[in-house]
């Protein structure tokens, strides 16, 4: 009967929660202790603010100066390109100025007339309608030339 006794108070020491044999007092703090805590805590947040405020404006820079670089290459391409068309404008003009003086001029006009309505015609773009009446007028005229 011992044997049994023995046996359950060992297994119920076995089986009972540890924790509460182990029981400690927690240490409350105290205001003075929070507030210091509380003071760091500003004081950090203060700090990471600042830092954060700081790569902010870094990136922004560095953005601005990206935008205004892209800016003048978009300047510069404008400008050379522009260029680009008045040189083919003036190449085209003196050209023409130089088959008018061989052909005429009215003979110029219908074959430029003539190409301007092929171009449309294949384009499809026969919204212009008003244009390409004006253009077929020209070429059928026989009176040009």
């Known amino acids: 009967m011992i044997k049994k006794i023995a046996f359950a108070v060992a297994l119920i020491l076995l089986l009972s929660p ?4 182990c029981y400690q007092k927690t240490t409350s703090l105290t205001d003075r202790e929070i507030i210091e805590r509380l003071t ?5 947040q203060k700090i990471l603010r600042e830092e954060m405020n700081r790569r ?20 510069t391409m404008m400008v050379v390109f522009g260029g680009l068309v008045v040189a083919m404008m003036g190449c085209l ?53």
């Open 18 to 21: 540890l924790s509460a044999f």
């Open 40 to 44: 760091r805590l500003e004081e950090e």
């Open 56 to 75: 902010f404006e870094q990136r922004f820079d560095e953005m601005d100066k990206r935008i205004t670089d892209l800016v003048h290459t978009a300047n």
């Open 93 to 145: 003009y003196f050209e023409l100025a130089e088959v008018m003086k061989t052909f005429g001029i009215w003979v110029v006009v219908r074959n430029l007339c003539t190409m301007m309505l092929c171009f449309l015609e294949k384009a499809g773009y026969y919204v212009y309608g008003f244009l390409v009446l004006t253009l077929k007028i020209l070429c059928d005229n026989k009176s040009l030339g």
